[in-house]
């Protein structure tokens, strides 16, 4: 009999797939992992087929498939099975989370035709310097002008049509432009080069390297999966083991997957494993155009690439034989994807797939997440440790300093003002970080303390509109806000914050001949990174700062001063993990100093010095830090002792939105969880919207999950928002 119903997942808010019949002139053409178009409810819809049947359970008669889409699958069987983990853990219907894994163009548009006949698309790439060509911007045509500022944003050479059609112009400004000697059009030949350059070095591996490397090719040649842990001090060589794991899974036949936080890391790592695996290598992140991604991920699916380097996005490449992961700076926060419709963890995933594929893993980071190491600890990872710096004379010289000893308001103490005056004098270059990320905090203006929820021990946040500090796990208020510490009480507190844009303010005024340069999300365009970077290498640039996407992963010699302006700015955080992130954030940023011949020094200003994650990151002590983070975790009852989940309700009308919360607390109480909340979130209308949020808590994940999905089946998932590992 044949098997001509298909079991199609479509991307639809329910939790359930959906039958459609197969036409006999369909029949050869039905494959698991094809994308389809359907009828669904008065419209047309792309969706995966997913399996194949001989008989519906469903009553009435279906509907046909309308049209396969791929000649291939686009999706094999781990991975199809990797999209089941991810909806059953992450609790999210299927077909949406397998809309997130496969881009919406999956295959490029052909070549653009001449006279008729088809002809090789050719990449437009600048041919002046960024700085020539920024400075020639306001001398060209609108239509020239636009071409320019798109190509700029690119974070790789664009083809003649995609440019094209991104401005929607006609090909004769492109033509003015090749003939102004501003860009070149050149035959596509392999992935284009980064713009980032790095020389090429061979590095001779210490002890401790040959031990974790010996251990990861061990693992590779046994085709089982292996997951690691490599908590490698900063600049102990980390990258090195990276590229050569990556080499011996290529030997064995195998693909490997590299995934970085930030696309600002991509430029340098690119190059570095350009030296090593030539045009074998893809990048995959979401700075590219549609068209890119379809390039890049032919590429990967055709097996001419065999390594991609990437952002989250890059764990699902659609490698066959998958036999490396690794997950660089493992720590960082980035790793979890908290827009609609997947929420998920890159580590998790990354576990998850090395699991479906028999492939080794490698988390690797200076500051390992407490959970990481926690897991290593009870042997559910296997621990590598890297102790010696292989770069530099040895470890920067750490100060703190006292903020409290500076007047009001100051940005710079004077001890930071004077280091970074001798740096620019010497002609050698300093970074300096500024989280900004954060809400409103309090602390006391008499004795300097944070107020805190008493119930969760994180830090109250200020609601202005009702002049009250509010806990945004418990829903604890405090209407008249005063100090909590002991013998206190002082109604005198302190909100304040600092952003980049004072920074650089402040910086272009104490040193107004210096080549200052900003780096974050608002004053850096895509494609913009691996310029930057380069002209830091070159020396262009004597002051680089920003927020976090400069604090980890870039090794420039010449830096010799780290500065961090708030340690603060993190440890304020409403967040169980702000101690966890102020470590981190630290002991990163100054790991990027000193990686040179003249050494390095870094300075941290802070309200709080005698924190113990601000204590233990300026001695460099991870196993201080963690095992004091671990007590305070298994005192409140917070991960990796615990598992988190965050339901949002979301509902035009306060009223409704209340109400509908209470409901979904009343039933996950009958399950006897853990429910903290309702309370309003951290922005209480989001585009006319009125938010409440409900945090669980369970030291059975599974338990805790099964009850979620017993209230969403009850309930509707109409208006709500779930986060299982909520990055609060």
């Known amino acids: 009999m044949a098997k001509d119903v298909a079991e199609v997942a479509l991307p639809v808010n329910v939790d359930r797939t959906f039958d459609y019949a197969v036409l006999p002139l369909f029949l050869k053409e039905a494959e ?76 490029p548009r052909p070549g653009l035709a001449a006279a008729g006949r088809p002809r090789a698309p050719k990449y437009v790439k600048l041919r002046v310097s960024l700085e ?50 501003l860009i070149t059009l050149e035959p596509a030949s392999g992935p284009p080069a980064p713009d980032f350059h790095e020389p090429a070095a061979r590095v001779e591996l210490t002890g401790e390297q040959r031990l974790a490397l010996a251990r990861i090719v061990a693992a590779l040649e046994t085709r089982k999966a292996k997951p690691f842990l490599l908590h490698g001090v900063n600049g102990s060589g980390k990258t090195e083991l990276y590229i050569r794991a990556a080499a011996r899974a290529l030997e064995l036949g195998r693909a490997a997957i590299v995934v970085v936080p930030e696309i600002s890391l991509t430029p340098q790592l690119v190059a570095r494993f350009r030296h090593q695996f030539g045009e074998q290598i893809a990048v995959y992140h979401s700075g590219l155009t549609a068209a890119e991604s379809a390039r890049q991920w032919a590429r990967l699916a055709s097996g001419e690439a065999r390594v991609v380097i990437g952002v989250r996005a890059a764990i699902f490449a659609p490698f066959k034989d998958l036999g490396l992961i690794v997950v660089d700076e493992e720590h960082e926060p980035t790793y979890k994807q908290d827009e609609p419709p997947l929420r998920y963890h890159l580590r998790e995933v990354a576990l998850k797939r090395a699991e479906l594929s028999g492939a080794t893993v490698i988390l690797g980071s200076a500051t390992p997440m407490v959970e990481s190491y926690y897991r290593a600890q009870r042997e559910e990872l296997e621990l590598l440790e890297l102790r010696e710096r292989v770069v530099g004379p040895g470890r920067p010289r750490v100060e703190l300093i006292e903020m409290h000893r500076e007047p009001p308001s100051t940005v710079f103490s004077e001890r930071l003002i004077a280091a970074l005056a001798t740096r620019l004098k010497h002609g050698e270059q300093a970074i300096l970080l500024l989280n900004r990320r954060g809400f409103s905090t309090a602390i006391c203006k008499r004795c300097g303390a944070t107020v805190r929820c008493p119930q969760c021990g994180i830090p109250l946040v200020y609601h202005l509109r009702g002049q009250e500090l509010l806990c945004h796990y418990c829903g604890y208020a405090l209407k008249r806000p005063r100090c909590r510490s002991r013998g206190c009480g002082s109604t005198e507190l302190l909100f304040f914050g600092l952003g980049t844009e004072q920074v650089e303010l402040e910086l272009r005024r104490l040193f107004p001949t210096a080549r200052v340069r900003r780096m974050d999300s608002d004053a850096v365009r895509r494609g913009e990174h691996g310029p930057i970077l380069e002209a830091f290498r070159q020396g262009k640039i004597d002051i680089l700062f920003g927020t976090q996407m400069i604090g980890v992963g870039l090794d420039f010699p010449n830096v010799t001063l780290v500065g961090i302006v708030s340690a603060d700015t993190t440890l304020d955080l409403p967040d169980y993990r702000a101690g966890e992130r102020t470590f981190q954030l630290i002991s990163q940023a100054a790991g990027r100093a000193g990686r040179g011949p003249k050494g390095g020094e870094v300075l941290i200003q802070t309200y709080h010095p005698e924190h113990y994650a601000i204590q233990a990151a300026a001695a460099g002590d991870y196993t201080g830090f963690y095992c004091q983070e671990l007590r305070f975790r298994e005192e409140l009852g917070y991960p ?81 928002k779930v986060d299982v590992d909520p990055a609060i």
Do not use: N
Request: hydrophobic share 40%; charged share 30%.
């Open 32 to 107: 698991v992992g094809k994308r389809v178009r359907v009828p669904f409810r008065g419209e047309v819809l792309e969706g995966l087929l997913i399996g194949l049947k001989e008989r519906s359970e469903y009553p009435g008669e279906l509907l046909p498939i309308l049209e396969f889409l791929d000649p291939e699958p686009v999706l094999d069987g781990p991975r199809l099975e990797l999209a089941r983990w991810l909806s059953e853990y992450y609790l999210t219907p299927l077909g949406l989370v397998l809309r997130g894994l496969i881009p919406q163009r999956v295959r």
């Open 132 to 181: 020539e060509a920024l400075a020639q911007l306001e001398a060209l045509g609108p239509q020239q002008r636009a071409l320019l500022r798109a190509l700029l944003a690119l974070s790789a050479p664009p083809s003649e049509g995609e440019l094209l059609r991104m401005v929607g112009c006609t090909r004769e400004p492109l033509k003015g432009l090749v003939t102004k000697g």
């Open 640 to 720: 990796p002792f615990t598992q988190l989940i965050r339901l949002t309700v979301e509902d035009m009308s306060p009223a409704r939105a209340d109400e509908r919360a209470e409901q979904l607390k009343a039933s996950l109480l009958a399950s006897h969880c853990e429910v903290l909340g309702p309370v309003r979130g951290p922005r209480a209308r989001v585009r006319g919207r009125y938010q409440r949020q409900l945090l669980l808590k369970g030291r059975d994940g599974k338990a805790l999950r099964e009850a979620v999905q017993e209230a969403l089946q009850a309930l509707g998932r109409e208006g709500l």
